[in-house]
C-alpha cells in the first residue's frame, strides 16, 4: 500500500503565490497588448484628423467672419524690428512712493505690427538683472489685456506691473533694457482675381519723433 504524503502549508503557500504571480503576469501582458493596440489606432485617428485640418485650415479661415479672418493674415518678420524704437521709463506714484515702470514703443516704418512680444529688463549700476517682465505689447486684436495692432507711426505706452522693491531711492540706479522676443506684421490678403496688394502701397502714415 503506497502513502500519499500530504503537502505542507508551506508548499501550498508557495504554489498558491506562483500561480497567482503567474495569472497576474499573464493578465497584465494582455492588458498592455490591448492598451498598446488601443494607443496605436488613436494615434492614428489623431494623426490623420490633424493632417485633415492643416489641409482644409486655408478653406476654414476664408469662411471665417472678414473680421476674423483678416486677423490671421501675418507672418513672421524679424527684420523689422530695426523699425521700432523702445524706451523705458520709470514714474513715481504719488500715493505709494513706488516706481512704477513703462516702456514706450514707437513703430517709424511702413508695416503694421500685429503681434509683438517684449521683455523688458530693470538693471542695476553693475549691469546686473534686478526686475523683468514679459508683455504682449501688440495683439491682432483689441480686447481686454489685448492691445491691439501698432500701427505705422504711432506710439504705444505699456504700463508694467510695479514691484514691491522698487522705491524712488532706486531711480537713478536703474536702466532699463527691452528685448523683442516676437515679432509678426499683417500680410494683405489675397483678392478673389488671385493678386494681391503690393507692398509699400499702405496710406503713409506721420512718422512720430
Do not use: C
Not at 59 to 73: N, R
Not at 100 to 110: A, K, M, Q, R, W
Amino acid at each position: 500500500m503506497i502513502t500519499q504524503q500530504r503537502m505542507s502549508p508551506f508548499t501550498a503557500l508557495f504554489l498558491a503565490i506562483g500561480f497567482v504571480a503567474v495569472s497576474a503576469i499573464g493578465a497584465g501582458t494582455v492588458i498592455t497588448l490591448v492598451g498598446l493596440k488601443v494607443a496605436d489606432d488613436k494615434a492614428t485617428s489623431l494623426l490623420a484628423l490633424s493632417e485633415d485640418a492643416v489641409a482644409n485650415l486655408p478653406e476654414f479661415i476664408d469662411k471665417l467672419p472678414p473680421a476674423i479672418a483678416d486677423m490671421l493674415h501675418d507672418r513672421r518678420a524679424p527684420q523689422y524690428v530695426s523699425n521700432l524704437v523702445t524706451n523705458v521709463r520709470l514714474a513715481e506714484d504719488p500715493g505709494t512712493g513706488l516706481l512704477i515702470p513703462s516702456v514706450e514703443i514707437v513703430n517709424n516704418g511702413t508695416e503694421i505690427v500685429s503681434m509683438l512680444g517684449v521683455r523688458i529688463t530693470l538693471l542695476n549700476q553693475e549691469g546686473a538683472p534686478l526686475y523683468e517682465w514679459n508683455q504682449l505689447a501688440a495683439a491682432p486684436i483689441t480686447f481686454e489685456e489685448l492691445r491691439g495692432p501698432l500701427l505705422p507711426g504711432t506710439k504705444r505706452y505699456v504700463v508694467l506691473p510695479g514691484r514691491r522693491g522698487l522705491t524712488r531711492e532706486l531711480r537713478g540706479q536703474l536702466t532699463g533694457a527691452v528685448e523683442i522676443s516676437e515679432l509678426r506684421v499683417w500680410a494683405p490678403q489675397t483678392r478673389a482675381d488671385g493678386a494681391t496688394e503690393a507692398k509699400g502701397e499702405n496710406p503713409t502714415f506721420a512718422q512720430v519723433p
